[in-house]
Nanobody, 113 residues
């Protein structure tokens, strides 16, 4: 089970850190990451990180968002800086384990202009 925390309301230019906590060990999870879904839009992959620490970012968040994982805390983080109103969305974390993808519940991020 994955639980996402850290969403909220922030002004443009501000920062938030999202956390995705797993109820079990993430040590053996190959890939974890974050999607977001804005109203009326498709879910968009933002960032992912492998068990080896290799990170991927979609172009729209490169240089602003940083994904990291702490296996000891069974947690994946998404540090979001220089937030823009267009970052407003529900953010979801996921984990790829074996042949399955597991999703956390969403956390709302709202960026005011």
């Amino acid at each position: 089970q994955l639980q996402a925390f850290g969403g909220g309301l922030v002004q443009a230019g501000g920062s938030l850190r999202l956390s995705c906590v797993s109820s079990g060990s993430i040590f053996s999870i190959k890939v974890m990451g974050w999607y977001r879904q804005a109203p009326g839009k498709q879910r968009e992959l933002l960032a992912s990180i492998t068990d080896g620490g290799r990170a991927y970012y979609v172009d729209s968040v490169k240089g602003r968002f940083t994904i990291s994982r702490d296996n000891a805390k069974n947690t994946v983080y998404l540090q979001m800086n220089s937030l823009k109103p267009e970052d407003t969305a529900v953010y979801y974390c996921y984990a790829d384990l074996a042949a399955s993808r597991y999703w956390g519940h969403g956390t709302q991020v709202t960026v005011s202009s």
